[in-house]
T-cell receptor, first 113, second 113 residues
Framework: AQSVTQLGSHVSVSEGALVLLRCNYSSSVPPYLFWYVQYPNQGLQLLLKYTSAATLVKGINGFEAEFKKSETSFHLTKPSAHMSDAAEYFC???????????FGQGTELSVKP | DGGITQSPKYLFRKEGQNVTLSCEQNLNHDAMYWYRQDPGQGLRLIYYSQIVNDFQKGDIAEGYSVSREKKESFPLTVTSAQKNPTAFYLCATLDAGQGYGYTFGSGTRLTVV
């Protein structure tokens, strides 16, 4: 069965520092992978997705993620954190049976001035 | 603009009452989903529907019911059998033509007192 593990429920960085949010997945078939961002009391917004094209995927707001099959990882990075990046981030993998996404537990990112 | 409308944004109900959460979409997406979000538990799938007049249980369907009479609408009823209904509820649609990514509504926060 597909599963997603996000390492670290809370990550804190200083403004201008590198952001690294970790995601590992298990999948029996080549997966589709996603990162979503959620601001308080709002829905989830798609940051980026991997759908078997380029392994380095660029998304909105300066975020990018690299698909590494050998490590079953899809970590999210941003070179320089901004205060507006403070939010909760979810990694997700597609269920091969069709349609459903399996979500990780989420990582809350705090950005210190 | 195309999108998903969840209403109301905030909902308060007394214990023992049934309550229906609305989800309407004009994206022309076939599949719709209901998730429940609790702090530290990520997103858990309640019900989903891939076509009109058909729906399937997710991981936590007990105490909930749905209908899918129209492509645009997928209401969720939280019944009195749901033991702990206070949560943030998210509706999503699936765009199969875009790598199976979800589009989310803005959510409904249900508080049962």
């Amino acid at each position: 069965a597909q599963s997603v593990t996000q390492l670290g429920s809370h990550v804190s960085v200083s403004e201008g520092a590198l952001v690294l949010l970790r995601c590992n997945y298990s999948s029996s078939v080549p997966p589709y992978l996603f990162w979503y961002v959620q601001y308080p009391n709002q829905g989830l917004q798609l940051l980026l997705k991997y759908t078997s094209a380029a392994t380095l995927v660029k998304g909105i707001n300066g975020f990018e993620a690299e698909f590494k099959k050998s490590e079953t990882s899809f970590h999210l990075t941003k070179p320089s954190a901004h205060m507006s990046d403070a939010a909760e981030y979810f990694c997700a993998v597609s269920d091969p049976s069709g349609g459903k996404l399996i979500f990780g537990q989420g990582t809350e990112l705090s950005v210190k001035p | 603009d195309g999108g998903i409308t969840q209403s109301p944004k905030y909902l308060f109900r007394k214990e023992g009452q049934n309550v229906t959460l609305s989800c309407e979409q004009n994206l022309n997406h076939d599949a719709m989903y209901w998730y429940r979000q609790d702090p530290g538990q990520g997103l858990r799938l309640i019900y989903y529907s891939q076509i009109v007049n058909d729906f399937q249980k997710g991981d936590i369907a007990e105490g909930y019911s749905v209908s899918r009479e129209k492509k645009e609408s997928f209401p969720l009823t939280v019944t009195s059998a749901q033991k702990n209904p206070t949560a943030f509820y998210l509706c999503a649609t699936l765009d199969a033509g875009q790598g199976y990514g979800y589009t989310f509504g803005s959510g409904t926060r249900l508080t049962v007192v």
